[in-house]
Structures are given as C-alpha cells and as structure tokens.
C-alpha cells in the first residue's frame, strides 16, 4: 500500500511498483515539508508512473509551442544546419502564423487542408507546398510518437492539389549553353575569384558548397580523381564551417579529364606564386577555390557571380546551372543514368531522372527517329 511517513524534518512518500523476479520494488523519495506535500507528491508519482507510455497530459499545447518544442528536440539534433533554416523558415513565417493559436489537438484535417488550399491559391510554388506540407507532417507524426501528444496525424489525409505546371524543364532548371559559358568565362578569366569554383562546378556537377569545402587533399591529379566528403556551410553573419555532405550517398569520388587537371594544376602554382608575392599577409589555406591572398571562397562569394552574369551579361544563371548543364550534357550524349546519379551524389535513381525529365523525353524522341530511319532505309 502507497503512504508518507515522517523522518527528521522531512515528508516521505512510498509506494510499490509491479514485480520484478517475482518481487515488488519499493520506491521510496522525498515528498516536501509537510503531510499534505508529501500526499501531493506521492499522488503525482503513482500517476506518472502508471501513465508512462499513454498520451501526454499536456492536451492543451498550442500549435505554436508544440512546433517549437518539436525544432529543438528534433531538428536541431537531427537535420543539417541548412535543413534547420528551411524549417524555421516555413514555421516562423507560415505555420505559426496561420496555424500557432490552435491547440494541438484541435487541429483537424479540414484546417490542414484549408492551409494547403490557400497556399496553392496564393501562387505558392509546387516545390513550395511540398515543403509546407513536408515539415507539418514530420511534425505531427512525432506529436503522435514518441512524443505522444495526439493519437492520430491529421496530416495523413492531407492531398497537395494538383497543378497543370509541368515538371522541371530547361528554363526552370537555368541551363545554360557552351556560348553561354564560354561568355561567362570571359568575364571571369583565369585569376578571377570565381574562374576555379566554375569550372569545377562545370567540369564534376559537383553544389556549391561541395565546391567551396574542397581542399588540396580531396584532389588527386595523377589519378584524375575528386574526393567529396566535406562541405562549407554558412552559419549566418560571415561565420562558416565545415558540415557533412548532403546525404550519404552525397559522399563520392569521381574522375576528372584532362582539362580540369590542367586547370587544377594551373591553380596550384598560381596559389603559390601568389603566397610568395603576399608573403605575410597570405591567408595560408589548404582551399583549392581561393582569392589572390589565399583567402577562401564561399558560397556567399557565389552570390555576387550570379548577380553580375544575370544583369551584367543577361544570361538566365545561377552557381547550381553548372550542375544541372553537366548532367544535361552528359545524358545528351548518352552517358548512364546510373553513373549521372553517382557522379551528381543522388540517393536515388529517381531522383535524377526526374530532375532531368526534358532530357529523358528528348532521348524518347531520338530513339524513335533511329527506329524511323531503320525502317526507312529497308
């Protein structure tokens, strides 16, 4: 039987919890100053335990401290630093204000879908509802567990409206041409900041911040060889660090031609030439895509060449165009699709076949005019 007893000039509370080997376990703790705290305490405990694994008392959570609570237990613990800025993002700037004074048990598929609804009305893209619906749902299914808030996702009934917008084409994707390019790099020639993060970029359809993160150790030029397994990623006010890779598979080495070894090689010497000439005042890095004074280039650098061949030059770019121009490239000449998804560092297959939809169609195309011009011919 559970009771408090006094001991000194304290309160106990006891009680016995279910057998163990055949035996009760008695838990025995400090109940407060007085009876009725002790009474208090021993009531809250025999509740806590017998309750353990049931759902969370706290039913009347709003939507807003739940998500908060939810981002620093969960996502600040398991997803990627710019994984962690997306979702404050999308919980700060939509979820909370549309969503953060319901209680988290009110909050009904019909409201779910209400918010969808009106997202897609107000002209949000379809990249932009996946992500909305994205992180509600990874957040409510948590609040059904482990975290057992709820009993039940409403999300799980939630449908992102269709749209007639076709995938990823050209034009959404900024690819861009060998003219293109070769304008670009006339506007930044060798000795330019931005001339060895694009041709790497060009070269290996390697992201911006895989591109950034590469020291001198990630290269072998006797074997014509590039080594991902870093990263550089902004923290916010200037501050950078090295992270992981995006996904596992994101962790790869890929063969470079001769014409980016040349290049790298070009730039080694540069690097060295430029440290003699800087002597002090050289920023003594292991980076291979540096400024004159060795200082290293980021991903924020980046931003300013897009900037300058967008308005300056009038070319449709982004840093990511090299990527998605390499890969395009290669399928139209007809490499694999699996050696196109190693090379990018895509988990899946699918997902490189999607994003280059336009150059699958194109193939479809040209497979048929072979077929054509077989028949044609006999």
């Keep these: 039987m559970p009771g408090v007893y006094k001991r000194s000039d304290k309160w106990y509370y ?47 959570m709003s939507v807003s401290d739940y998500f908060d609570y939810w981002y620093q237990n969960y996502v600040m613990i398991n997803c990627k630093y710019n994984t962690q800025q997306a979702y404050k993002v999308v919980i700060n700037n939509h979820i909370k204000p549309s969503l953060g004074d319901y209680k988290l048990k009110a909050l009904s598929p019909e409201t779910l879908q209400d918010f969808i609804n009106k997202k897609y009305l107000s002209g949000f893209t379809k990249s932009s509802i996946s992500n909305f619906y994205g992180v509600l749902s990874g957040a409510l299914k948590a609040a059904v567990y482990p975290y057992k808030y709820t009993k039940e996702n409403p999300m799980q009934y939630i449908k992102i409206p269709k749209t007639d917008k076709p995938k990823d084409n050209e034009e959404d994707l900024k690819i861009i041409s060998i003219d293109d390019f070769n304008k670009i790099i006339e506007r930044f020639p060798f000795g330019s900041s931005f001339y060895i993060p694009m041709q790497i970029a060009f070269h290996t ?15 072998d030029l006797d074997n014509g060889t590039l080594k991902v397994d870093k990263i550089l990623i902004g923290k916010g006010k200037g501050i950078f660090e090295f992270g992981t890779p995006k996904t596992l598979s994101s962790n790869r080495t890929i063969s470079i031609g001769n014409t980016l070894i040349s290049i790298l090689k070009r730039n080694k010497l540069y690097q060295a030439e430029n440290k003699l000439r800087y002597g002090e005042y050289y920023k003594n890095s292991n980076f291979v895509c540096t400024k004159e004074n060795g200082e290293n ?28 121009t390499h890969a395009t490239m290669l399928l139209e000449a007809g490499a694999n699709f699996k050696d196109i998804q190693k090379r990018l560092g895509h988990s899946k297959l699918s997902t490189t076949m999607d994003t280059y939809s336009h150059v699958t169609q194109k193939m479809k195309d040209e497979t048929v005019d072979i077929f054509e011009s077989l028949v044609v011919k006999k």
């Design 205 to 219: 359809g390697l992201r911006a911040a895989e591109v950034c993160g590469l020291n001198w150790d990630c290269i």
């Design 14 to 60: 006891y009680f016995n919890t279910s057998k163990v080997d055949g035996k009760y376990k008695k838990i025995c703790r400090v109940g407060g100053k007085t009876k009725v705290e002790a009474e208090k305490a021993l009531r809250k405990a025999i509740n806590d335990y017998e309750n353990t694994g049931n759902t969370n008392n706290d039913t009347n």
């Design 297 to 324: 280039i980021t991903t924020d650098s980046l931003k300013y060449l897009s900037r300058v061949v967008n308005y300056e030059l009038n070319i449709n770019f982004h840093f990511h165009s090299l990527r998605h």
